[in-house]
Structure formats: C-alpha cells, structure tokens
C-alpha cells in the first residue's frame, strides 16, 4: 500500500514537498508517478519517474516541480516550487509494483493529499 504525506495550505508563490511512502509486499518497484485532480477536473498525471531515473513532467508544471525517488525507503517525493492558484488539487501517487520474481505489475494508488495554493 502506498501512504502519500506533505499536503497542506501554501500561499501562491510558495513551495510544499510531497512524500508517498510503499509498504507490504515488494519486490521492485518499476515506476512512480504523482497525479492531481482539481476542482472540477479530470484526473491528470503530474510527473512520473521510472526505476532508471527517467522522468518526465506535464507542461504546467515543468520547471517548478522536481520528482525524485529513495529506492531503499521505497519512497518518492515531489518537490512543489512557484505554486500557483492553479495547482490546488488533491495529489495521487502511484507506484507500478512487482511483487515477486514472477515480474508482474501492479498498479498501486495512494490515499491522496490535498494542496491548496491561495492567491
């Protein structure tokens, strides 16, 4: 299970590190992305970053928000920089977990975190 922390109220300009945390079962753990789904929206993915280090960001939030991973905590966090207003979301991670050496994957979701970004 995945356990995501770090959410909080942040006035616009400001930053917030978020942490989602893998327990149970794991053999390895391929990728992990961060997702968010504001008020009145869709789902969208954030970032995402595979077991190489390989990453990639949605255009909004490029130059502002950083992800990385502790492979030996099982842990991945996002760093959150010049938040603004638009990026008041609930913030989902997700992890693609092995969970034996049979190698197949499973998708895993956090609880979710609120960001609330005031202007």
């Known amino acids: 299970q995945l356990q995501a922390s770090g959410g909080g109220l942040v006035q616009a300009g400001g930053s917030l590190r978020l942490s989602c945390r893998a327990s149970?079962?794991?053999?390895?753990?391929?990728?992990w992305g961060w997702y968010r789904q504001g008020p009145g929206k869709q789902r969208e993915v954030v970032t995402t970053?595979?077991?190489?280090?390989?990453?990639n960001y949605a255009d909004s939030v490029k130059g502002r928000f950083a992800i990385s991973r502790d492979n030996a905590k099982n842990t991945v966090y996002l760093q959150m920089s010049s938040l603004k207003p638009e990026d008041t979301a609930v913030y989902y991670c997700?992890?693609?977990?092995?969970?034996?050496?049979?190698?197949?994957?499973?998708?895993?979701w956090g609880q979710g975190t609120q960001v609330t970004v005031s202007s």
């Open positions: 149970g079962s794991i053999f390895s753990i391929n990728a």
């Open positions: 997700k992890a693609v977990v092995v969970t034996s050496d049979l190698g197949i994957e499973y998708d895993f």
């Open positions: 970053i595979t077991s190489s280090g390989s990453t």
